[in-house]
């Protein structure tokens, strides 16, 4: 079983850029066919996926974060991270980082000034 941990700032201010890392450990996020996703859940709403990150390195973002969104990867470290451009107060929520059927524990981040 794959363990996830996601890293980044409780509070960010809107406009300004968000990202989160995930720690992987228990397996390796260049291992064939596995995609490296983040997930999101504002306070009152459901999941929303937000884009991955292949085994090969491809990325793949929603298309109504297209715009603002990068996922990246740090293969040396077994990471993967997110970053989230002018974020606005509608980007507050819970964030995961998920592969398979294993996620991690989740980490708020709120937007306000």
């Known amino acids: 079983q794959v363990q996830l941990q996601e890293s980044g700032p409780g509070l960010v201010k809107p406009s300004q850029t968000l990202s989160l890392t995930c720690t992987v450990s228990?397996?390796?996020?260049?291992?064939?066919?596995?995609?490296w996703n983040w997930i999101r859940q504002p306070p009152g709403k459901g999941l929303e996926w937000m884009g991955a990150i292949a085994y090969g390195g491809n990325t793949y973002y929603s298309p109504s974060l297209k715009s603002r969104i990068s996922i990246s990867r740090d293969t040396s470290e077994n990471q993967f991270t997110m970053q989230l451009a002018s974020v606005t107060p509608e980007d507050t929520a819970v964030y995961y980082c998920v592969v398979g059927d294993d996620w991690g524990q989740g980490t708020q981040v709120t937007v306000s000034p």
């Open positions: 228990g397996g390796s996020i260049t291992t064939n066919y596995y995609y």
